[in-house]
């Protein structure tokens, strides 16, 4: 018999594999971070998190040749995976674990493959309170379910919240709930927009396509906790007679061009927002987490 992936509703994996996928990714980026070489975690790595930590190791290598000298083991432990039951590709789950590093949080990864052929990839990386995470709507065998990226019974469809978010630090506004990521970030900007001798200008664009494709599971109350990416820049302009403030070593360690007015730095985030089913509570997405990382800066 024949089973074809792409109609059939199948588990993305096995609890079996998705422990395996983890144990592989961590041992890759034990590696790479040790040498800070990024062509040894590459194949485990993609999306937002992989633009990160790629970047993360680029300048680690740029000012360490040698390795890293602070290099300490990342150990994950006391993990639980989340695995979905769906047809068609990109097949994905969720593992989340106690962490050696990050402090009290639980890191929380999701990974994906495009195909049988494909290694296990880790696509986001956030870190979240212990006991922050919803619990997940799952059927009798423990299978949770995948929520579509065009979902129109959630406040907003999972598809549109990199390009809402984006908006909103433009322009306030829509549907996210007041917090850290949003209407705190917001006033933290405006107040470094314009300091003496210095304009801190913004921009901020959706990630949507391909390897940064937002993913969805659907929580018990039947709204959905949503993994998505976003595109960032800063650029710091300085006064006729004044500066740019020098930049730390990963950043120049990353910069290309000389500064000598301005520089602007291109970053990379993973965000993890609840959804709520449309209609119900306030009606407002709420930013559960947010992880960025420099991937880029220009001095001219």
């Known amino acids: 018999m024949v089973v074809h992936g792409e109609r059939v509703v199948l588990p993305s ?66 993990a639980t995976y989340t695995i979905p039951k769906k047809a068609g590709w990109p097949r994905w789950f969720v593992a989340e674990a106690t962490a050696n590093k990050g402090g009290d949080a639980r890191w929380v990864l999701v990974f994906t493959r495009g195909d049988l052929s494909e290694p296990w990839q880790g696509t986001y990386l956030t870190l979240v309170a212990q006991g922050a995470m919803p619990r997940f709507s799952k059927d009798k065998d423990g299978w949770a379910e995948a929520v579509p990226a065009d979902s129109a019974e959630l406040t907003r469809a999972p598809g549109d919240l990199s390009k809402e978010y984006t908006a909103y630090l433009k322009d306030g506004g829509g549907v996210f709930a007041d917090g850290a990521y949003t209407s705190t970030l917001r006033t933290t900007r405006a107040k470094n927009a314009e300091k003496p001798g210095l304009v801190q200008q913004y921009v901020d664009e959706p990630l949507t396509g391909g390897e940064f494709a937002p993913l969805a599971l659907r929580t018990a109350d039947g709204g959905a906790l949503v993994f998505f990416s976003s595109h960032h820049y800063v650029k710091q302009t300085a006064a006729a007679g004044a500066s740019v403030p020098a930049p730390n070593v990963s950043v120049k360690a990353l910069t290309t061009g000389e500064i000598k007015q301005s520089l602007t730095m291109e970053f990379v985030a993973n965000e993890i927002a609840l959804d709520p089913v449309k209609g119900s509570g306030d009606g407002k997405v709420s930013l559960l987490s947010r992880l960025e990382g420099l991937t880029a800066a220009k001095g001219e």
């Open 13 to 78: 994996a096995t609890p079996a594999e998705a422990a395996k996928a983890l144990d592989q990714f961590t041992a890759a980026y034990n590696k790479a971070d040790q040498a800070y070489d990024g062509s040894l975690d590459a194949a485990y790595t993609t999306g937002a998190l992989g633009a990160i930590d790629a970047a993360r190791l680029k300048a680690g290598k740029v000012n360490n040749p040698g390795g890293n000298p602070q290099h300490t083991p990342l150990v994950l432990s006391d």
